[in-house]
């Protein structure tokens, strides 16, 4: 490398100002610490200032216990206690010029005025009473190391520390209720090399970018998550070109792509640089290939497109790429030539959540890759037989692509440690190979299509491996009764495998397991007893969906930490013994478990977030000992027999989101205390015995909701007007009760069913631990499905994992009354609408056709009067229709879909006429018989009406099935505004042609 004269000048100038100042207080303490030759004492007045300094502090791990010792000697020499190093100015005496003390309390003294000599001082990690920093220690004017790290200090940053002209390095970090409304006095810090003010709010300091550009000898700047303001002025930044910026961390700060105009600047000195979870847009720039000094780039969490430039075939030096979570399209095989210039040092490479296609090229090009994440893309095709060999890999996610074909043979990675290909579409049987990674740690390949049978010696040689996961897979394993594994597990996975009909002996050598989920496993028989005791790490267990009999034991002590217990859907029966008093999740549901919930009261520890007992046979009240469950989120009773009210009690679950009653035994109120869970999404207390009126804070209160079902029950009183408040709402059932009443004409205030796009809410929560393997975390607990019975065309069906899809009103089988609110019509996004068995009156107004969503229209059995509008035939995907039992009249409108539903559909409308219904309507009659003429007529002659069925008439015909046929199938790629357009041109063409065929099938059946 050609170093200019210029350059090797500023080379100099940075080594005298800052690289020597450190080696000199790097001597200087070394020296204070191995002098023994010399005997060093600090200063009285020092050593008293050190002593108040205690005085304001709380020493709860006793580092200060070697201060102001009875050994007086210790007491003298300041020099030698914890955290306290000196200078070596003389033989005698000594300055405190370092202190290194953390994990403190209470108050910083400004005793610390009094060492005048102080060059280094780190209190990071401590909790200072104080709050604000103190502005005294703006007055250490000698300082060269400053970090207050996450000491909990909150406040403006005192403007006093523009008087630490020799600081180097500053560290305000993690301290997230700081601030600073701008950063001039930074200029005045014009030695500073190391800036963190990570989480630091910044927000107001708009000149933050022209602050940083004036430090020339700044080489490390982080400030993650400041929430900074965008660049919004560039061309008048003044810089000052000496800046050697090295490392520049600005992650979680929702910086838009303008940020690059200030970053290119210092292009020739940055080796790191970080960006995630930001807003930048667009292609990646090519300046970031031309940086010839980068190792680390991280773009991850942005919303960046297409691949990558071909610039980067310059990154010869380039060690880790993360452009993981943005929108990324191109080719892998693409991506990875415009990487080659890197092929001899690329380490790890992230870019994983992104829509990567193509087949998987070879990687062994890349000679030092050790950590390879592609999981969430669009990858495809089989495992490259000839893939080469990467003897440096240690890490290879592949999940959730769509990579086909046989087991690959991953022994050409010899020093993989982790492999994680679950949610493929790999086929055939595991490779015997597997078991030549003799360091292989974790192993995933659940949900895929393997099948066969895993015997020992597909493990014989993993003496290392602690995580294991072959779930969702038609494996069946046979391994010998006395079989024992050279590994001990921490995760244990094997659900829907083939285990049973016996419990596996051999996880009986298992002794340290985190995770044990062995469901779905065809297992039969009582619990062994010795399971219950084999680990005391036990944080996940799920044996359900087995044939699992007997009794339960007590299992109040036979957990640590917080356990997710899954036992559901076996053939339990007894009382619920006692749990754990620390469980988290609980899950008993599916069995035949009697008795009462008086566990519950037993459990002490307030940290079950889960809990589903439904689909037993329980029975009593409601305990309310609930309410201790402070951070309860779903709480599922469903199918038991309880009774008696609801307890005040519940209203302390201020974190549930799901609360499932339905089908039991309660009355009663809704209790007031509820409103207090404002966090519950899904409510279902469908099939009880509630009574009183829906309560007006359902609306007011429980604003979250999505999912609301008071069906079966015996409310009465009107639907009040506060339930329009809830916006995100998406299926309300009140049917089968007493309402009363008009409905309310606010229904267009339901935003969630206003718009036709789907939401984005949720009725799926995963519970249970999450364990981490080197940065990739994996969720090793399980997924409750909120499930719902709702109407849906005309039958009762459950909905789980497709519930959050569905937007239903059904107010059916009430005493409502009234007109329909003209709002009800706006609810474009509707799938399901059902008002039926009511008093209801008025028309129904041709406003119903904005509908476009709308599947199922349920207006049976009311009062309801006037003709159909046109404008229902405009409604596609309307697949069920009952109007019947109304007093609807004239004629049913002409088109394809109107005629094609079921005739009794429109029956009890004496006064409605036309297909497909018998009765025709007036002026149809004559139009079916022969006209009156003064000739006789001919049979052997055709009538002139007859004219009709021509070659146009059957070419007609023809058009008709064309496009009946691929109106139908072919319309489903469009989008749904092509889809609502495309269908409206059909409907028109189709209503002619078969007004046409209607007609001349009258006449060619009258001629016959």
């Known amino acids: 490398m050609i170093i200019t004269g210029r350059s090797s000048i500023q080379l100099l100038h940075v080594f005298v100002v800052v690289v020597l100042p450190y080696l000199n207080l790097a001597l200087a303490l070394y020296s204070s610490g191995v002098g023994d030759a010399k005997i060093i004492r600090c200063i009285e007045t020092e050593r008293q200032a050190l002593l108040k300094f205690k005085e304001a502090l709380i020493d709860d791990d006793g580092s200060l216990s070697s201060w102001g010792t009875t050994n007086e000697e210790d007491l003298n020499d300041c020099c030698k206690w914890e955290g306290v190093h000196c200078s070596n100015d003389n033989t005698t005496t000594s300055h405190v010029t370092m202190l290194e003390l953390h994990y403190l309390r209470g108050k910083i003294s400004p005793s610390l005025l009094e060492l005048h000599h102080l060059r280094y001082l780190d209190l990071s990690g401590s909790l200072f009473s104080d709050n604000h920093i103190p502005k005294f220690i703006g007055s250490l004017r000698r300082l060269q190391y400053l970090n207050l790290a996450n000491a909990g200090f909150y406040g403006p940053i005192p403007q006093q520390f523009k008087n630490l002209s020799n600081l180097r390095h500053l560290d305000l970090s993690f301290n997230d209720m700081l601030s600073s409304e701008n950063l001039e006095w930074l200029s005045h810090l014009s030695l500073l090399s190391h800036l963190d003010l990570s989480m630091v709010s910044l927000s107001k300091a708009t000149g933050w970018a022209q602050s940083i550009s004036n430090l020339p000898y700044l080489n490390e700047l982080y400030l993650y998550n400041c929430s900074l303001p965008d660049i919004t002025h560039f061309a008048s930044f003044r810089f000052n070109y000496s800046v050697s910026l090295s490392v520049v961390d600005l992650t979680s700060n929702s910086l838009s792509s303008l940020i690059y105009n200030w970053l290119f600047n210092f292009s020739r000195s940055l080796g790191y640089i970080d960006l995630a979870d930001n807003e930048l847009k667009g292609s990646i720039p090519d300046a970031f290939g031309d940086m010839v000094s980068l190792t680390n780039l991280r773009l991850s969490g942005n919303q960046l497109e297409g691949g990558l430039p071909k610039s980067f075939v310059n990154s010869s030096h380039l060690q880790s790429l993360d452009l993981s979570d943005n929108n990324l399209t191109e080719e892998l095989k693409e991506f990875l030539q415009k ?512 509908m476009e969503m709308l599947e199922s229209l349920d207006l049976s059995a009311n009062r309801l009067s006037g003709e159909i509008p046109g404008s229902l035939a405009h409604l596609n995907f309307l697949s069920v229709l009952n109007l019947s039992s109304n007093n609807l009249s004239g004629k049913i409108p002409l088109s394809t879909q109107l005629q094609s539903f079921n005739a009794s559909g429109y029956s009890g409308n004496p006064k409605l006429c036309g297909v497909p219904l018998p009765n025709k309507c007036p002026g149809e009659e004559k139009t079916a018989e022969s006209p009156n003429t003064a000739h006789p007529k001919d049979k052997n002659i055709p009538e002139d009406e007859d004219s009709s069925i021509t070659q146009g008439f059957y070419v007609s015909m023809g058009l008709g099935f064309f496009f009946g046929f691929w109106g139908v199938f072919g319309t489903i790629i469009f989008n749904s505004r092509s889809r609502h357009a495309f269908f409206m041109f059909l409907n028109h063409i189709t209503d002619w042609i078969y007004v046409t065929i209607a007609l001349n099938w009258a006449r060619l059946q009258r001629r016959l």
């Open 339 to 850: 990487l080659s210039g890197a092929k001899n040092s690329l380490e790890s490479l992230v870019l994983s959540y992104n829509r990567l296609k193509g087949p998987l090229p070879d990687f062994s090009r890349f000679s030092v890759l050790g950590s390879l994440y592609l999981e969430y893309n669009l990858l495809s095709g089989p495992f490259p037989k000839n893939i080469g060999k990467l003897p440096s890999l240690v890490f290879l996610s592949l999940s959730r692509n769509q990579i086909t074909g046989s087991f690959p043979d991953f022994s050409v990675f010899p020093s993989l440690e982790s492999l994680f290909v679950e949610n493929n579409q790999l086929n055939g049987t595991i490779d015997r190979s597997i078991g030549q990674l003799q360091i292989l740690k974790s192993f995933s390949c659940a949900f895929n299509s393997l099948k066969g049978i895993i015997s020992e010696a597909h493990f014989s040689n993993l003496s290392s491996l602690r995580r294991l996961d072959f779930s969702y897979n038609a494996l069946t394993f046979n391994f010998s009764s006395d079989w024992v594994p050279p590994f001990q597990l921490d995760v244990i996975k094997f659900s829907s495998c083939k285990l049973g009909p016996r419990f596996p002996k051999w996880l009986r050598t298992q002794n340290n397991f985190l995770v044990l989920d062995i469901s779905s496993n065809g297992i039969a028989g009582n619990i062994p007893s010795w399971l219950w005791d084999l680990s005391p790490r036990l944080d996940y267990l799920n044996l359900s969906h087995n044939q699992i009999n007997g009794l339960l034991p007590d299992l109040s002590l036979r957990f640590q930490k917080y356990p997710t217990i899954d036992l559901s859907y076996n053939l339990l029966t007894g009382p619920i013994p006692l749990v754990p008093l620390n469980v988290s999740s609980l899950n008993l549901s599916g069995n035949k478990f009697r008795g009462s919930l008086s566990f519950l009261c037993a459990i002490t520890v307030e940290k079950l977030i889960y809990l589903d007992l439904s689909n037993n046979r329980l029975s009593g009240e409601l305990p309310y000992c609930l309410s201790r469950f402070k951070e309860v989120s779903i709480l599922s009773l469903a199918y038991n027999n309880f009774h008696g009210e609801i307890p005040s009690s519940i209203g302390s679950l201020s974190q549930i989101q799901t609360l499932n009653l339905r089908n039991n035994n309660l009355s009663g109120e809704l209790p007031s205390s509820l409103k207090r869970c404002t966090m519950l999404s899904i409510l279902d207390l469908r099939g009880n015995r509630f009574t009183g009126k829906v309560p007006t804070w359902l609306g007011t209160h429980l604003t979250s909701l999505i999912v609301l079902i008071l069906r079966s029950n015996e409310f009465n009183g009107s639907i009040p007007r506060q339930i329009c408040h809830l916006n995100h709402i998406q299926i309300v059932d009140l049917s089968l009760n007493r309402l009363s009443g008009n409905i309310p004409p606010c229904f267009s205030n339901f935003t969630a069913l206003v718009e036709s796009k789907n939401s984005h809410a949720t009725t799926i929560f995963d519970y249970g631990p999450y364990v981490g393997d080197g940065g990739f975390v994996v969720h090793f607990g399980g997924t409750y499905v909120a499930n719902a019975f709702v109407q849906w065309k005309g039958q009762d069906r459950e909905y789980g994992k497709n519930l959050a899809l569905l937007k239903i009103i059904d107010l059916s089988s009430n005493r409502l009354s009234g007109k329909i609110p003209e709002q009800v019509w706006s609810l474009v996004g509707l799938h399901s609408l059902n008002l039926s068995r009511n008093t209801l009156t008025g028309k129904i107004v041709r406003e119903i056709g904005q």
